[in-house]
T-cell receptor, first 115, second 114 residues
Framework: AQKITQTQPGMFVQEKEAVTLDCTYDTSDQSYGLFWYKQPSSGEMIFLIYQGSYDEQNATEGRYSLNFQKARKSANLVISASQLGDSAMYFC????????????FGSGTKLNVKP | KAGVTQTPRYLIKTRGQQVTLSCSPISGHRSVSWYQQTPGQGLQFLFEYFSETQRNKGNFPGRFSGRQFSNSRSEMNVSTLELGDSALYLC?????????????FGNGTRLTVT
């Protein structure tokens, strides 16, 4: 079975500063994918970034980067130069090797960006 | 390219009634998944359809069912509604399920059962 753990229910960050959102996972699969999603108060889940278990380089997408430490089973999201519009819930998710599109989600982290 | 469209956005139903939610995926996407989101349980997988076939199913009672049509549009049905079914129901589409293929979500349908 797969499990995603996000231990930070809520976080504050000052505008223009960087912030790291923690995510650890548990799986016995050799091949898996790790994803981060943003959910504003409107409800829509917005895909941010993907990391494959065999990818040697950490994924980056604009201001988002994923700090992937396979041995520690962690996949932390780093947001650089935070903006007020980054205030939202952030979910870490995983797809296992044989799960097709059954994603496992963490409980989320509520990020508040202060002006 | 149009995103995932879910209708309706909001629904209020009474216990014991049934409800049908609709989802139109991104053009070209053949996989449609449904998730239930509640404050207590978080995001939980309901089921996934690919080319009109249910490919995966979560741990929900049989009152929750779905189907997919030949144009990849999907519907989800909940019968004999219970208060605990109040939730945000999210539909997501993707190309097929390759390990690097993300889910693309709609805005969700917020169901309130009274």
């Amino acid at each position: 079975a797969q499990k995603i753990t996000q231990t930070q229910p809520g976080m504050f960050v000052q505008e223009k500063e960087a912030v790291t959102l923690d995510c650890t996972y548990d799986t016995s699969d050799q091949s898996y994918g790790l994803f981060w999603y943003k959910q504003p108060s409107s409800g829509e889940m917005i895909f941010l970034i993907y990391q494959g278990s065999y990818d040697e380089q950490n994924a980056t997408e604009g201001r988002y980067s994923l700090n992937f430490q396979k041995a520690r089973k962690s996949a932390n999201l780093v947001i650089s130069a935070s903006q007020l519009g980054d205030s939202a819930m952030y979910f870490c998710a995983m797809r296992g090797e044989y799960n097709f599109n059954k994603f496992y989600f963490g409980s989320g982290t509520k990020l508040n960006v202060k002006p | 390219k149009a995103g995932v469209t879910q209708t309706p956005r909001y629904l209020i139903k009474t216990r014991g009634q049934q409800v049908t939610l609709s989802c139109s995926p991104i053009s070209g996407h053949r996989s449609v998944s449904w998730y239930q989101q509640t404050p207590g349980q978080g995001l939980q997988f309901l089921f996934e359809y690919f080319s009109e076939t249910q490919r995966n199913k979560g741990n929900f009672p049989g009152r929750f069912s779905g189907r997919q049509f030949s144009n990849s549009r999907s519907e989800m049905n909940v019968s004999t509604l219970e208060l605990g079914d109040s939730a945000l129901y999210l539909c997501a589409s993707s190309l097929g399920g390759g390990s690097n293929s993300p889910l693309h979500f709609g805005n969700g349908t917020r169901l309130t059962v009274t």
